[in-house]
C-alpha cells in the first residue's frame, strides 16, 4: 500500500469514528484539495514530503466536523461550483432538484429573481443554463453577501441586498417576473441539527420563527406581486415542513412547486 493510501485510510478511520456521514469521500476531498487534483488524480499522485502534517490538521478539523465545504471554499452545485465559508448557508445537493425544475421552465429572455440567495448557486446555475435571461440574487445579510457578490461576478447576475419580507421588494417589477426560486430559511426555532449545520450555517439561513413560516409567509406574498400571469414559483424545503406550510400557501393564485429536500 502507497503512503498516501495509508494517510488516506487513516483519515477515513479518524472521520468515521468522529461520526462524519461519508468518510472516504471526505478524506479523499480533503487529499485532493490539498494536492491541488481531482478525487480520481489521486491514485496517480505522489504525495509531498510536507503533506501528511498537513493532511492530518485538516482531517482533524473536519473530524471536529467544521463543513468540508468550508475546510476546500467551495461547494458544488448542480453544473457550477460557488465559493463559501462561515457566513454563507452551504448548498445543499438537494436543492439541485429545484434547480433541475426550475431550468426546464426557462424561456429566452426570461425575467428570473432568486430570493434568500447565500450563495447565489441557483441564480448562477440559472443564469449560466439561459445566457439570455435577466437573473437576479436577492439577499439582506450582509456575511452572507460578500460571497453572493463574489461568486455573481463576472456571471450576469445582478445582487441586490434587500430583505424579502418587505413590502416594498423590487416593486419596479410587480407583474414582470417570469420565474421565482428560493431556498428559504424554514426551520422552527428550537430544532436539533447536525453539528455541521448547527455550528457552522448561519442561523438566519435555518430558522424561521416558532413554526418555520416566518420568511414563508411574506416571500408567497411577494410573488403573488412579482410575478407575471401564468409565471411559476419554486420553493425548497424538507417533506415534513412541505405539509407544514400547506395552509400559508392555500390563498396562492399562481403556479407553485415545493422541492423536498434535508437540513
Known amino acids: 500500500m502507497s503512503r498516501l493510501r495509508e494517510l488516506l485510510a487513516e483519515a477515513a478511520e479518524s472521520l468515521s469514528r468522529a461520526g462524519v456521514s461519508s468518510p472516504q469521500v471526505d478524506a479523499e476531498e480533503l487529499a485532493a484539495h490539498l494536492l491541488g487534483v481531482s478525487r480520481t488524480q489521486l491514485r496517480f499522485t505522489e504525495a509531498a514530503a510536507d503533506f501528511p502534517g498537513r493532511y492530518r490538521d485538516l482531517v482533524a478539523q473536519r473530524a471536529r466536523r467544521i463543513p468540508l465545504q468550508h475546510l476546500v471554499g467551495s461547494a458544488a452545485f448542480g453544473p457550477i461550483e460557488v465559493r463559501v465559508g462561515p457566513g454563507v448557508f452551504i ?17 429566452p429572455h426570461a425575467t428570473v429573481v432568486e430570493l434568500c440567495a447565500g450563495s447565489a448557486a441557483l441564480a448562477i446555475a440559472l443564469a449560466q443554463h439561459e445566457p439570455t435571461a435577466r437573473v437576479t440574487a436577492i439577499e439582506v445579510d450582509v456575511d452572507a453577501l460578500i460571497y453572493t457578490r463574489r461568486n455573481a461576478e463576472g456571471t450576469g447576475v445582478e445582487v441586490v441586498q434587500a430583505d424579502v419580507t418587505s413590502p416594498d421588494l423590487l416593486t419596479e417589477l410587480n407583474g ?19 453539528p455541521e449545520v448547527a455550528r457552522h450555517d448561519p442561523p438566519q439561513a435555518l430558522f424561521a420563527g416558532a413554526d418555520g413560516l416566518a420568511i414563508i409567509a411574506p416571500i408567497v406574498i411577494a410573488a403573488g406581486r412579482l410575478l407575471a400571469p401564468g409565471a411559476p414559483s419554486v420553493l425548497s424545503m424538507t417533506t415534513v415542513r412541505a405539509g407544514a406550510h400547506a395552509s400559508c400557501l392555500r390563498p396562492v393564485t399562481f403556479s407553485m412547486r415545493l422541492c423536498s429536500g434535508t437540513t
Open 91 to 107: 448548498p445543499r445537493p438537494e436543492t439541485e432538484s429545484l434547480y433541475a425544475w426550475a431550468a426546464g421552465q426557462l424561456a
Open 176 to 194: 414582470a417576473v417570469d420565474l421565482i426560486v428560493a431556498n428559504p430559511p424554514y426551520i422552527p426555532q428550537d430544532t436539533e441539527l447536525e
